[in-house]
């Protein structure tokens, strides 16, 4: 099996992001794996140890994103592919059509596994853009995923308490999320060994010759506004009850 | 006037509270010509409802070849084509997880861009406002297409009520759809029972690593059903084990926008934040005084939680049957 992860760097959550110029943003911070790109590459790896094949870990970023393919690499992925960028703030559509050329150019999919999500855009559209580049049926927000001989299992997380079980034919694109798997911390002889495995580095310029336009373009920055200091109650737990039932009466909370 | 597609979203027959801030949004200043769209054939039970919130015209999308609701690349065929068929350009709809699967799966068919989980539109130039970094930032985007679809966060539009003179009309459009069963819904499974959905909550009262236990969760349960809320948990609980990750609220759990959220025994750690800081009030209860969850709330109680909470469930169930 054929299976391809497409794994984002981004800043650490708890990093401090500070804005420059208005529509920019200060990269040098802490970066990380986006979270929900390491149940892909879990899942990734579980279904190879069950099955056989190989794991190709795609990201596009720029030259720092190498870390995130060793990461995936070292908890035991094959190899990589890096689409090179110069710019971050690259849109979805762009990214997806350069995901799929990097993917077809490295061979017949028979899985593309990725994120629901990412932490720092958060914009939750590119396993289904990518499906529809790549022509493929896609399932998100997946919590369980089974494959069978043409087909994939899934249940996805609707939220309310729902879970919608999914049949869709391979190969396929999934948006992995929490509940999927527990990754697992890469150990340092597989670091070690992750060093040794080859990634491939390609210009986005080469896959994408027409200079991109970006159809979603980032206008402006700002912080989100922060609360002004907040009023504590402290004390008797009738008091601060009937300070707090007041609270909600006059904000009409209640 | 330009038209405006509102997907509408309908549980157990009944339109979600959530859609009608959204509705509101579509209205703007009234140029607007406010059309909702609806999968199924229950337009005329739904009509006084919508009318009330400003919708002009309902169009109910169904086939009678396939159930639509059952296969998502097939709905969104459909959805094209009463695009097409209707002549609107600027779709919308709730952020939740069904909204942001159709929307998505319309924009990439249409190979149009588009955006998810919105908390300001402007359907004028196009633009939207969403979060960035985790909460962190919000970023100001631009659509370069004739088309506009976007997903809004729940509860982030005020619904306003704006009758129309007029009657609402209703139009039945069945495109043809082939069911070439490439991808298709096996069934929907309820996990439980809670009546609250906690994506689109309005009071939503969460519980930390302080709660110590699955069954301490029977406090904020009592509490939460004398205020309607629903609840949910941190991830410290849930990794804990002491609550179900359909509770999780944060990075890689919901983010939810309610106007009451009630942070019991939260740290408050910007991961947490990350899926609840556009709640329109937040209250944190938490023992130490020093917990970060005070410097990002509005109002917070130094006490226990155990103590606290069933104090409040009591009072707030005294103010009940007063009233």
Redesign the interface.
């Known amino acids: 099996m054929k299976i391809f992860v497409c794994v984002k760097y981004v800043p650490d959550t708890a990093a401090y992001v500070s804005i420059v110029d208005g529509n920019g943003f200060d990269d040098s911070v802490k970066h990380v794996v986006n979270p929900y790109d390491e149940f892909a590459i879990e899942e990734a790896i579980q279904i190879k140890e069950r099955t056989d094949g190989e794991i190709i870990v795609v990201t596009l970023g720029k030259a720092h994103a190498t870390a995130a393919i060793r990461f995936a690499l070292a908890m035991g992925a094959d190899r990589g592919i890096h689409i090179k960028v110069d710019e971050i703030l690259v849109d979805t559509m762009t990214t997806v059509e350069a995901l799929k050329i990097a993917i077809e150019q490295a061979g017949a999919a028979d899985l593309v596994l990725m994120g629901k999500q990412s932490v720092d855009s958060e914009g939750m559209q590119t396993p289904y853009y990518l499906g529809e580049a790549l022509g493929l049926h896609v399932a998100t927000d997946v919590i369980d995923l089974v494959l069978e001989k043409d087909q994939a299992i899934v249940q996805s997380d609707l939220g309310n308490n729902e879970i919608a079980e999914i049949e869709l034919d391979l190969p396929c694109v999934i948006g992995a999320t929490k509940g999927l798997n527990e990754p697992r911390s890469p150990k340092l002889p597989n670091i070690i060994k992750a060093k040794k495995k080859p990634i491939e580095e390609i210009a986005l310029e080469d896959l994408v010759p027409s200079k991109p336009v970006n159809r979603t373009s980032l206008i402006s920055f700002e912080y989100a506004p922060e609360r002004s200091q907040a009023i504590l109650f402290e004390g008797d737990t009738a008091v601060v009850v009937e300070q707090l039932v007041e609270v909600f009466k006059e904000k009409a909370l209640i | 006037m330009s038209r405006i597609g509102v997907v509408i979203e309908i549980?157990d027959n009944e339109i979600k509270d959530s859609n009608f801030g959204i509705i509101t949004a579509a209205c703007g200043d009234d140029t607007h010509d406010v059309c909702a769209l609806i999968f199924d054939n229950s337009a005329e039970d739904h009509k006084e409802t919508l009318e009330k919130y400003g919708v002009k015209t309902i169009i109910e999308i169904t086939s009678d070849q396939v159930a639509l609701n059952m296969l998502?690349?097939l709905k969104a065929i459909a959805l094209v084509d009463a695009m097409n068929e209707f002549d609107f350009k600027t779709l919308i709809g709730l952020s939740?997880?069904?909204g942001?699967?159709l929307l998505?799966?319309t924009?990439?068919?249409l190979?149009?861009?588009?955006?998810?989980?919105c908390i300001g539109v402007d359907f004028t130039d196009h633009?939207v406002m969403?979060?960035?970094?985790?909460?962190?930032?919000?970023?100001?985007?631009?659509?370069?297409?004739e088309y506009f679809i976007c997903g809004i966060r729940p509860n982030t539009h005020e619904a306003i009520e704006r009758p129309l003179k007029a009657e609402a009309q209703i139009v039945s459009y069945s495109p043809i759809v082939h069911d070439k069963k490439?991808?298709?819904?096996?069934?929907?499974?309820?996990?439980?029972?809670?009546s609250v959905?906690?994506?689109?909550a309005s009071?939503i009262i969460s519980g930390g690593r302080a709660i110590k236990s699955a069954e301490n969760f029977k406090i904020l349960n009592e509490c939460a059903s004398v205020?309607g809320a629903a609840v949910g948990a941190s991830r410290a609980a849930v990794d804990s084990g002491y609550a179900p990750?359909?509770m999780?609220v944060g990075?890689?759990?919901?983010t939810v926008s309610p106007?009451?959220y009630i942070a019991c025994g939260i740290s408050g750690a910007?991961?947490h934040f990350?899926g609840m800081?556009t709640s329109k009030?937040?209250?944190?209860i938490n023992k130490d005084?020093d917990a970060q969850v005070?410097?990002?709330?509005?109002?917070?109680?130094?006490?226990d939680l155990f103590?606290?909470v069933p104090?409040?469930t009591e009072?707030?169930k005294t103010?009940k049957n007063e009233a």
């Open positions: 549980r998502p690349d939740s997880p069904t942001r699967d998505t799966r924009a990439a068919r190979n149009v861009p588009s955006v998810l989980d633009t969403k979060s960035h970094f985790s909460g962190k930032t919000i970023a100001k985007f631009k659509l370069a297409s490439g991808i298709r819904v096996r069934k929907i499974v309820k996990s439980s029972s809670k959905d906690l994506s689109e009071t205020l990750h359909s999780q990075q890689t759990g919901k106007k009451l910007i991961q990350a800081k009030f937040i209250v944190a005084k005070f410097e990002k709330c509005d109002y917070g109680v130094i006490g103590e606290v104090a409040l009072a707030l103010m």
